[in-house]
């Protein structure tokens, strides 16, 4: 469990080449996805229908995507330049 602030929390989900984490409020229930956008190369949040965010949440949701991105980064800079480019 990644704690994202004071009311959210991720789970990794999968890791196939990029991690999925879901997304849930302190009480368990489910408020989206982050993940991996290939056309623009970096991590998004995908809410759950129905779902509202204070802005508060949104900053913290922001910079848990921004540590996504950073890792991301280095794990790429980590690899040799033929595992990373795909056909």
Same mark, same amino acid.
């Given at each position: 469990m990644i704690p994202i602030g004071k009311y959210m929390y991720a789970e990794?989900?999968?890791?196939?080449?990029?991690?999925?984490?879901?997304i849930h409020a302190k009480d368990g #229930? !489910?408020?989206?996805?982050? /993940?991996w956008y290939p056309r623009w190369k970096c991590y998004v949040f995908t809410p759950e229908?129905?779902?509202?965010? #204070? !802005?508060?949440?949104?900053? /913290?949701m922001s910079r848990f995507l921004e540590n996504c991105n950073k890792a991301e980064?280095?794990?790429?800079?980590?690899?040799?330049?033929?595992e990373r480019s795909h056909p």
């Open positions: 990794p989900l999968l890791c196939d080449p990029h991690n999925i984490y879901t #229930s !489910s408020l989206g996805y982050a /993940e229908n129905h779902t509202v965010f #204070s !802005s508060d949440c949104c900053l /913290e980064s280095i794990c790429n800079s980590a690899q040799p330049q033929e």
